[in-house]
């Protein structure tokens, strides 16, 4: 079946450490998403990718990075910069322009500790 | 700017209608969606409207008027596993088309 797959599920980090999220997608899609959700919270944009090997800073892109070697790809990394990175962590992806359904990954949780 | 809104909390009771409203303002349009989220787990697409009207999918429907910039969904027939946050996303124009997210409104459905 296809999908989003995310990796870990939970995640427990130290303070200044890096830490990378996996996202992998088999939907043949276009254009991928992460976003970050605080608790109670709604969706908050992070980085998003229209194409292989060009990706852009979303709302909230401080203290983040990402690449997209590959269509199917596309991990996020929460680094040390990043002053308050616990938090629900979900990628998503979507066929292309204009009204598409925008898929979701089951998430990943980040702990600091 | 965007920004999109909705009600923080509802309360209904099993077996009743509710009605979650979302209203918008976005950099450009090219559709509204909702999505079911229950706690700890990720977003489930339950509805889209990119015209004017009525879209109903079983015990849920989504209205839409884009002169208004407003949105609701009507979910029937309420059951206690539609207890979620709904959120409500508008899919921007220009570059990426991004979906942006209202806060998500809480339903608890009590017997």
């Known amino acids: 079946d296809g999908g989003i797959t995310q990796s870990p599920k939970y995640l427990f980090r130290k303070e200044g450490q890096n830490v990378t999220l996996s996202c992998e997608q088999n939907?043949?899609?276009?254009?991928m998403y992460w976003y970050r959700q605080d608790p109670g919270q709604g969706l908050r944009l992070i980085y998003y990718?229209?194409?292989?090997?060009?990706?852009q800073k979303g709302d909230i892109a401080e203290g983040y990075s990402v690449s997209r070697e590959k269509k199917e790809s596309f991990p996020l990394t929460v680094t040390s910069a990043q002053k308050n990175p616990t938090a629900f962590y979900l990628c998503?992806?979507?066929?292309?322009?204009?009204?598409?359904?925008?898929?979701f990954g089951a998430g990943s949780r980040l702990t600091v500790l | 700017g965007q920004n999109i809104d909705q009600p923080t909390e509802m309360t209904a009771t099993e077996g009743a209608i509710v009605q979650i409203n979302c209203t918008y303002q976005?950099?450009?349009?090219?559709?509204l969606f909702w999505y079911q989220q229950h706690a700890g787990e990720a977003p489930t697409f339950l509805s889209y409207?990119?015209?004017?009207g009525l879209e109903e999918k079983g015990r849920f429907s989504s209205f839409l008027s884009r002169s208004k910039g407003y949105s609701y969904l009507l979910l029937k027939e309420l059951q206690m596993k539609d207890s979620a946050s709904y959120l409500c996303?508008?899919?921007?124009?220009?570059?990426?088309?991004?979906?942006?997210f209202g806060p998500g409104t809480r339903l608890s459905v009590l017997p």
């Open positions: 976005t950099s450009g349009f090219n559709g």
């Open positions: 939907l043949n899609h276009d254009a």
């Open positions: 998503a992806s979507t066929k292309g322009s204009g009204a598409n359904v925008l898929t």
């Open positions: 409207n990119v015209l004017d």
């Open positions: 990718s229209q194409i292989v090997n060009d990706f």
């Open positions: 996303a508008v899919r921007a124009a220009g570059y990426g088309q991004n979906f942006v």
